[in-house]
């Protein structure tokens, strides 16, 4: 070949690569600014919905959510969500099915963060035996990314407490269990009839790290479940029993 062919092919060659470096980073801008915008609009319901009684900020049990303020927005809202010192304080949604919220936010506006949401089979105040809640774990560690770090003993430690809060009152979730298990496993049932007390020796038997609590005969439990990437439709789990504060 000449060195003019050379040449030709060369330039093309680098036109080439300029496009696709030009659609790539034109690709990642959207995916970054699609999380920045769902990341930014959960920020805004924190500064709107969360006050403090007395001031108290270091106290998850004086929390207050405004829900009259979030259900002018989304009557879908049935509950509040937050782990301390952790991104995850988020308000919690349910609907008649379990597809709307992987890819609308709070407010309705369709994102690929969705928002969190309670298993459309469950009620709304932990009367089941299992009441499931979900949410994505995104490349930017929002939503319930933070629930993968439920494998180590040392983050365990640290926030062995989850806070969930309803129009009535605050609940404790306090962890008992953390695994990665296939989408189809039991603990996406919502009862768990006979079986229960079988179930929940697995469910303990399973866990990544070891639990401060135990699960009582009559304990109403949750199962915060997650996207993991271990193996095909894979999902990392965290299971609390529930507790209303007085």
Request: hydrophobic share 35%.
């Given at each position: 070949?000449?060195?003019?062919?050379?040449?030709i092919?060369l330039?093309?060659l680098?036109?080439?690569?300029?496009?696709v470096f030009?659609?790539?980073?034109?690709?990642?801008?959207?995916?970054?600014?699609v999380?920045?915008?769902?990341s930014?609009e959960?920020?805004s319901?924190?500064?709107?919905?969360?006050?403090?009684?007395d001031g108290?900020?270091?106290?998850?049990?004086?929390?207050?959510?405004n829900f009259?303020?979030l259900k002018?927005?989304?009557?879908?809202?049935?509950?509040?969500?937050?782990?301390?010192?952790t991104?995850?304080?988020y308000?919690?949604?349910?609907c008649?099915?379990?597809?709307?919220?992987?890819?609308t936010?709070?407010s309705?506006?369709?994102?690929?963060?969705?928002?969190?949401?309670?298993d459309?089979?469950?009620?709304m105040?932990?009367?089941?035996?299992?009441?499931?809640?979900?949410?994505h774990n995104m490349k930017?560690?929002?939503?319930?990314?933070?629930?993968s770090e439920?494998?180590?003993?040392?983050?365990?430690?640290?926030?062995?407490?989850?806070?969930?809060?309803?129009?009535?009152?605050?609940y404790?979730?306090?962890?008992?269990?953390?695994?990665?298990?296939?989408?189809?496993?039991?603990?996406?049932?919502?009862?768990?009839?006979e079986q229960?007390?079988?179930?929940?020796?697995?469910?303990?038997?399973?866990?990544?790290?070891?639990?401060?609590?135990?699960v009582?005969?009559?304990?109403?439990?949750a199962?915060?479940?997650?996207?993991a990437y271990n193996?095909?439709?894979?999902?990392?789990?965290?299971?609390?029993?529930?507790?209303?504060?007085?």
């Amino acid at each position: 070949m000449s060195k003019k062919g050379k040449s030709i092919v060369l330039n093309i060659l680098f036109v080439i690569c300029a496009c696709v470096f030009i659609v790539s980073s034109y690709m990642l801008y959207k995916e970054i600014m699609v999380y920045k915008k769902g990341s930014n609009e959960y920020s805004s319901w924190v500064d709107l919905a969360v006050t403090y009684e007395d001031g108290d900020t270091n106290n998850p049990l004086k929390r207050v959510i405004n829900f009259d303020e979030l259900k002018k927005t989304n009557p879908d809202v049935i509950g509040w969500i937050y782990i301390p010192d952790t991104v995850v304080d988020y308000p919690v949604v349910q609907c008649d099915n379990n597809d709307k919220y992987l890819h609308t936010l709070f407010s309705g506006e369709n994102n690929k963060a969705g928002a969190i949401f309670v298993d459309a089979r469950n009620t709304m105040n932990f009367t089941d035996q299992n009441t499931i809640i979900y949410g994505h774990n995104m490349k930017n560690k929002s939503m319930f990314h933070v629930l993968s770090e439920y494998g180590s003993q040392e983050f365990y430690d640290k926030h062995n407490v989850i806070y969930y809060y309803t129009i009535d009152g605050v609940y404790e979730l306090r962890i008992f269990s953390t695994y990665t298990v296939h989408a189809n496993d039991p603990y996406t049932s919502i009862n768990f009839g006979e079986q229960r007390s079988d179930l929940i020796n697995k469910f303990v038997e399973r866990s990544a790290v070891n639990s401060s609590f135990t699960v009582g005969t009559n304990d109403k439990i949750a199962s915060l479940s997650t996207c993991a990437y271990n193996f095909e439709d894979a999902r990392f789990v965290v299971q609390a029993t529930v507790n209303k504060m007085p």
